[in-house]
């Protein structure tokens, strides 16, 4: 019996990834960001916009599309100091919902990664691997989103969908 | 299959990091000071025991960091992690 799971691929987004001290960061960035989050792997969100820290000294800001000019010209990422770098990449994701009551276990199949929520918190972000290539996994409402590099996006999406039957 | 206690991570699977080769000995200062036997020794021949060995691990589908681990060559126990060297 299938597995009863939404699979939804969403429209591309404003990504930045942003490396350097988190003072340095904040300092240049000032408003443009939201707080930072103060756990490894989760993430911070104000107004639109979602803060992840996804590695030491290293982050990834996301926001609409819509707000990718404005963004970019608030973070001045061709002009950063040389302790920092700041750098647009909204065009190298694909994203997917994967939302539904059980949707525990067509993740499961995708990613050996521990979702249960006392390891992966519903502020939880984190790169990992899904279907054996990199991915980046959030939480959303009622399921997560999972992100791969846009080149394998078709081959992706027909993974969970058979992974749902 | 390894379980690797990534200090940023927390415990994830071995298919999440790329091997980065041994952890060798600082390189000697001087090369010119060592003798041709230890030269070739420190470039081309890594630790090899029945017992515990250094290790570079990359987390490579992670958070991108570059781990030390020390694990045991026979029962790939890993007693330590730490970013960095």
């Given at each position: 019996m299938p597995y009863d799971v939404t699979i939804t691929r969403l429209p591309l987004r404003a990504l930045f990834d942003l490396k350097g001290r988190a003072a340095a960061l904040e300092k240049w960035c000032g408003t443009a960001l939201p707080p930072f989050p103060g756990r490894p792997n989760s993430r911070t969100e104000a107004a639109d916009r979602g803060l992840h820290w996804t590695g030491p000294d290293r982050w990834l800001l996301m926001a609409p599309l819509a707000e990718e000019a404005a963004l970019a010209t608030a973070l001045r990422a061709d002009k950063v100091p040389v302790d920092l770098s700041i750098t647009p990449v909204s065009d190298t994701l694909t994203f997917f919902a994967v939302t539904g009551p059980d949707v525990a276990e067509v993740m499961a199949v995708a990613t050996?990664?521990?979702?249960h929520p006392d390891s992966f918190p519903p502020d939880g972000a984190s790169w990992t691997e899904a279907f054996g290539i990199r991915s980046a996994i959030r939480t959303i409402a009622a399921g997560y989103e999972i992100a791969v590099d846009r080149s394998y996006a078709d081959w992706f999406e027909e993974s969970l969908r058979l992974a749902c039957t | 299959m390894l379980l690797i206690d990534c200090p940023f991570c927390g415990p994830r699977n071995e298919t999440e990091f790329t091997y980065g080769g041994p952890a060798l000995a600082?390189?000697?200062?001087?090369?010119?000071?060592?003798?041709d036997a230890d030269w070739v020794d420190w470039v081309t021949v890594p630790p090899n025991p029945m017992g515990p060995v250094e290790e570079r691990w990359w987390h490579s589908r992670g958070c991108g960091a570059w781990l030390t681990i020390r694990r045991h060559t026979?029962?790939?126990?890993?007693t330590e992690v730490r970013l960095g060297r």
């Amino acid at each position: 019996m299938p597995y009863d799971v939404t699979i939804t691929r969403l429209p591309l987004r404003a990504l930045f990834d942003l490396k350097g001290r988190a003072a340095a960061l904040e300092k240049w960035c000032g408003t443009a960001l939201p707080p930072f989050p103060g756990r490894p792997n989760s993430r911070t969100e104000a107004a639109d916009r979602g803060l992840h820290w996804t590695g030491p000294d290293r982050w990834l800001l996301m926001a609409p599309l819509a707000e990718e000019a404005a963004l970019a010209t608030a973070l001045r990422a061709d002009k950063v100091p040389v302790d920092l770098s700041i750098t647009p990449v909204s065009d190298t994701l694909t994203f997917f919902a994967v939302t539904g009551p059980d949707v525990a276990e067509v993740m499961a199949v995708a990613t050996p990664l521990d979702l249960h929520p006392d390891s992966f918190p519903p502020d939880g972000a984190s790169w990992t691997e899904a279907f054996g290539i990199r991915s980046a996994i959030r939480t959303i409402a009622a399921g997560y989103e999972i992100a791969v590099d846009r080149s394998y996006a078709d081959w992706f999406e027909e993974s969970l969908r058979l992974a749902c039957t | 299959m390894l379980l690797i206690d990534c200090p940023f991570c927390g415990p994830r699977n071995e298919t999440e990091f790329t091997y980065g080769g041994p952890a060798l000995a600082p390189r000697p200062a001087d090369p010119g000071a060592v003798s041709d036997a230890d030269w070739v020794d420190w470039v081309t021949v890594p630790p090899n025991p029945m017992g515990p060995v250094e290790e570079r691990w990359w987390h490579s589908r992670g958070c991108g960091a570059w781990l030390t681990i020390r694990r045991h060559t026979v029962t790939h126990e890993i007693t330590e992690v730490r970013l960095g060297r």
